[in-house]
């Protein structure tokens, strides 16, 4: 019985297939299929027969050997080779072409996994690798402890688990992948020798294409190992972020991170599995994390060793060096008042408790409540509980904060507080105020702004009469210098007028400004224009009407729809006098009935109501546009004639293609399809051969037939 220990190993799987999607073999699809099938997806598995797979193969060529690694990229394909094995052949290909290449079959049966009693003797049951490998091939034979994938509702899903576990294993440990039969040690090479290996399968996968895996080698060319580049990292409060390149580029599937105390060079493993490096939806997904929980203050020196597919480790990065630092702000003081003392503000506060790192204390000073509080006074004693302010603004906010700091530089600011001096001079008149009305009977107003350093804002008023009480239009202080008013269309009052007033920080009201006044909208739509008469040709459809009447008409529009159509559109707008009283339609389908309609608008913006629908029917002669060109080439290896054309129009057609064979007459040959643009003849007899094309529309329409051309077949 063979106990596979999985808690912790199953989360390192997580992580592995975010990282396998930038493993050598790229099997980016099995995670995404596997992880949603663990995270409960109500989605419903993909087909479970794609039908073509691919066999991915990378080498590493040594001084005596090419190791060759393979895997397939489906999962069903992989659990078929679990029975069939792969054939591994080689190509001797010499420098000299005039020489033949030499095939070699290394492998005189196909490679299988080995059986389970093999495996189980071959491996130690404390090799993690060689058990999770097993488990994922022997399936149900080999039971595992203390977990099961959960939610595995498809086979498969099940097949996509093994698929990708199973390469996991090989991945960190080559005699794994050698007995999974995903790796072959060609032993038997020469020097300064060109190979090309073939993986396959021995016999047809069912149900699915499975293409040759190929990779070309020169023995003279030693596989050199990756480079481990050194981390990056950020110091934090009792933590170190590692960070490093994990990429395509990188050439690792795993890593072991590795620590020491600065200057002891005593590293110690911080990981017990192979690391792989798990992103969050914001993460760069070309980057590894690893987060290390340490004491603050002690300089640790970190290195990397990456673990390549063929389970090799890369020498160790270069040291990079970090140190964790005390980043918790100390407990913020409480502002218990701000008084006014005559031209200044006295600040008191107190400490709710005071922390043992705890340096100095500030005054800081905002002119909002959100900040920035920029210090008014000199750094403070940890004792002090007041401060007086005789730099404070009088024409601004004087919001109070006090910033607690300590000895690692960690600020906290306590809750802002508001102290003022009393302030009872009201500011200037303002000036400049104006307005106009738009067509939806909006008012826009502007005005100037005014100088004084502690404006709060403008209040609206308004008035149907100038001699008449004006009333307040806004309960609140408007900060801009603009303002919009909707006033109602329909009143017998033919302007409205606007006055405002300025406030202050201590909302004192200035006087009243002049009035602007505004003239109302006119509400009378102008008369609308009528259709005289409509007649059809077989090119366009002409419209003839009688202008508005009203004489402040500035726009005049056109529109039109299918008489099935509850939806019209705007065919034609004239902006400028004198409007046309006729107009041509054209391009437009045939066999259809149109619905036209007028609508004039005045300079005020409104709109007649529209004209007299006037309707009329399109029709249609039949003819279509004829194919513009299409040339001929005869391809003398094949046989063929190739006619091509060209033919832009929309619409439902076909291509009724017209042969002449040699000494006959033009025929119709074949009705081609409306996307095609080529036709392949095989030329059977000698001679001269004539083609030519016409477009057959579905609706009956007919275009001209092209002109013919020839071409001579011999």
Not at 236 to 258: C, M, N, R, T, V
Not at 377 to 396: C, K, R
Not at 458 to 483: C, G, M, Q, W
Not at 641 to 665: C, H, T, V
Request: net charge neutral; charged share 25%.
């Amino acid at each position: 019985m063979i106990k596979l220990f999985t808690v912790s190993i199953v989360f390192l799987f997580q992580h592995y297939f975010r990282k396998y999607i930038r493993s050598p073999f790229y099997f980016g699809f099995i995670y995404f299929l596997f992880f949603s099938t663990l995270s409960n997806a109500q989605t419903s598995a993909p087909d479970p027969k794609p039908d073509t797979c691919k066999i991915k193969v990378i080498t590493q060529v040594k001084l005596d050997s090419v190791v060759l690694r393979w895997a397939p990229d489906l999962a069903i394909a992989w659990e078929q080779q679990l029975f069939n094995g792969f054939v591994v052949e080689r190509v001797e290909i010499p420098d000299d072409t005039s020489q033949p290449v030499i095939k070699t079959k290394l492998n005189s049966s196909p490679l299988k996994p080995l059986t389970k009693e093999e495996w189980l003797k071959q491996f130690r049951k404390d090799n993690s690798f060689a058990m999770i490998a097993a488990s994922q091939i022997y399936g149900a034979d080999i039971k595992q402890a203390e977990i099961e994938p959960v939610s595995i509702r498809e086979s498969y899903n099940k097949q996509l688990t093994r698929h990708g576990f199973a390469l996991f294993a090989a991945d960190n440990d080559a005699a794994v992948a050698t007995a999974s039969g995903l790796r072959f040690v060609d032993k038997n090479v020469k020097k300064q020798t060109n190979y090309l290996y073939k993986i396959y399968y021995p016999v047809a996968l069912e149900g699915i294409y499975c293409d040759t895996g190929f990779v070309f080698v020169n023995s003279a060319e030693l596989t050199k190992m990756p480079v481990m580049r050194s981390p990056a990292v950020k110091n934090g409060d009792g933590k170190i972020e590692l960070y490093w390149d994990a990429g395509p580029k990188s050439q690792f599937s795993a890593y072991h991170i590795e620590r020491a105390i600065a200057g002891t060079g005593k590293f110690e493993r911080l990981n017990k599995n192979p690391f792989v490096s798990f992103q969050s939806e914001n993460e760069d997904k070309n980057a590894a994390y690893f987060t290390d929980s340490v004491k603050n203050y002690v300089r640790y020196e970190y290195r990397i060793i990456g673990i390549t597919a063929f389970g090799e480790l890369s020498a160790p990065s270069q040291l990079t060096a970090a140190m964790a630092v005390d980043l918790t702000a100390p407990v913020a003081a409480l502002i218990t008042g701000v008084i006014s003392d005559e031209k200044a503000l006295r600040i008191n506060w107190k400490l709710p408790a005071a922390d043992s790192d705890l340096k100095s204390l500030t005054v800081g000073r905002g002119s909002t409540i959100d900040g920035p509080f920029l210090p008014v006074s000199p750094e403070l004693g940890i004792g002090a509980t007041t401060y007086l302010d005789n730099d404070q603004n009088p024409y601004s906010g004087n919001f109070y904060a006090i910033i607690s700091k300590d000895t690692a530089g960690n600020t906290s600011y306590s809750l802002p507080f508001y102290g003022f001096i009393k302030d009872d001079i009201a500011p200037g008149i303002p000036t400049g105020l104006s307005g106009f009305i738009d067509t939806a009977s909006v008012v826009h107003l502007k005005w100037n702004k005014g100088s004084e350093p502690d404006l709060k804002g403008y209040r609206i008023y308004y008035s149907n009469d100038p001699k008449h009480e004006f009333s307040n239009l806004t309960s609140f202080v408007l900060a801009d210098t603009i303002f919009r008013d909707t006033i109602e269309k329909r009143t017998l009052t033919k302007h409205i007028y606007y006055k405002i007033v300025a406030v202050d920080n201590n909302y004192n009201h200035s006087g009243f400004s002049l009035p602007a006044s505004i003239r109302r909208l006119d509400i009378i739509p102008p008369v609308s224009p009528v259709f005289d008469k409509l007649s059809v040709n077989d090119t366009a459809v002409i419209l003839r009407w009688v202008n508005s009447t009203s004489d402040d008409v500035k726009e005049l529009m056109l529109l039109r729809k299918l008489s099935s159509d509850t939806n019209w559109s705007e065919i034609k707008h004239w902006k400028q006098l004198p409007f046309p009283v006729v107009y041509m339609d054209k391009n437009l389908p045939k066999q259809k009935y149109f619905e036209y309609k007028l609508i004039a608008t005045d300079s005020s913006g409104l709109k007649s109501d529209p004209s007299p629908v006037a309707g009329i029917r399109t029709y249609d002669n039949g003819l279509r546009p004829a194919i513009p060109e299409f040339t001929l080439e005869f391809i003398r290896d094949t046989k063929i004639n190739r006619i091509n054309w060209k033919y832009q129009e929309a619409g439902d057609y076909s291509f009724m293609l017209y042969r002449g064979l040699p000494g006959k007459p033009l025929t119709k040959f074949k009705m081609i399809k409306g996307d095609a643009r080529n036709f392949e003849d095989h030329a059977t007899l000698q001679g001269e051969y004539s083609y030519a094309i016409k477009v057959v529309y579905k609706d009956g329409g007919e275009s001209p037939l092209s002109e013919k051309k020839v071409i001579q077949v011999n």
